[in-house]
């Protein structure tokens, strides 16, 4: 299964961090590699919770929370055109503050044939998101 990540350091604490990372509906505002996103229940980021993601590059699809462990870790997927993708995002503590993982894994058929041209597209949406996570969650909350 096809799997690519990216890591980045934050001078914010996890809670900040994770107040940030876990309200989805806000993403467009910080990172240009999500154009939508909207819930499709109430109540705070957990397991079970769903979400419509238009990502760039990507055509709109149905997200679904997986795990969610407060202030430190969700993963959620969705599937479309034969390929399952997870996506997870996990916050760890620092002296300095947070290190930041965030992780795609793409798996089904679909996968295996299209992953030369995945790649890139993958890669730069995660150093977007990531960079976009960094700035937001270091300013003011």
């Known amino acids: ?4 990540e990216h890591s980045i350091d ?15 509906e806000r ?8 154009l939508s996103v909207k819930k499709l229940d109430g109540g705070p980021l957990a397991q079970g919770t769903s979400a419509r993601v238009h990502a760039k590059g990507t055509p709109e699809s149905t997200w679904t929370v997986s795990e969610s ?24 503590p620092t002296n300095a503050g947070s290190r930041v993982t965030l992780s ?7 996968a295996a044939i299209f992953k030369p041209f995945l790649g890139r597209g993958i890669r730069e ?14 300013e003011a909350g």
Do not use: C, Q
């Not at 299964?1 to 690519?4: G, S």
């Not at 934050?10 to 989805?24: K, L, Q, T």
């Not at 795609?104 to 679909?110: K, L, V």
């Not at 949406?125 to 270091?138: D, F, I």
């Open 1 to 4: 299964m096809p799997r690519w």
């Open 10 to 24: 934050i001078g914010a604490n996890p809670a900040r961090v994770w107040e940030v990372m876990s309200d989805i």
């Open 27 to 34: 993403w467009p505002d910080w990172t240009p590699s999500v």
């Open 69 to 92: 462990i407060p202030a430190r870790s969700f993963t959620w997927g969705t599937k479309v055109r034969g390929a399952a993708t997870t996506a997870g995002h996990v916050i760890e």
């Open 104 to 110: 795609i894994e793409i798996g089904g058929i679909a």
């Open 125 to 138: 949406n995660l150093r977007l998101e990531a960079e976009g996570l960094k700035r937001r969650s270091e």
